[in-house]
Nanobody, 125 residues
């Protein structure tokens, strides 16, 4: 079964940090570009960041530039999203998915597949 599994979410206060992980099961993550998306209550899912298979292409949503950093360790079959200086508006369920088109930004969800179940991030004082 080809699957992505997100982890690392939690509840933090504004200004704090979290690191999300996206781990592949059943396929070699290094063969794909990987994107992070998020969906807040009552809002559409939006692209947060994307990294190409070898890490040469990286894209971020304007709302997270300078605060979030995407990286990958293909040997561990894992992509990370380091989230610093978190804000209440970052509260959402975060998903990862695979694609061959990280170069397309903003992303088209139709280009992505293998969605994980998501991990909740809550930023509140």
């Amino acid at each position: 079964q080809l699957q992505l599994v997100e982890s690392g979410g939690g509840s933090v206060q504004p200004g704090e940090s979290l690191r999300l992980s996206c781990t592949a099961s059943g396929f070699t993550l290094g063969s794909y570009d990987i994107g992070w998306f998020r969906q807040a209550p009552g809002k559409e899912r939006e692209g947060v960041s994307c990294i190409s298979s070898r890490g040469r292409i990286i894209n971020y949503a304007d709302s997270v530039k300078g605060r979030f950093t995407i990286s990958r360790d293909n040997a561990k079959n894992t992509v990370y999203l380091q989230m610093n200086s978190l804000k209440p508006e970052d509260t959402a369920v975060y998903y990862c998915a695979r694609t061959l088109w990280c170069s397309r930004w903003p992303p088209l969800e139709l280009d992505y597949s293998g969605w994980g179940q998501g991990t909740q991030v809550t930023v509140s004082s």
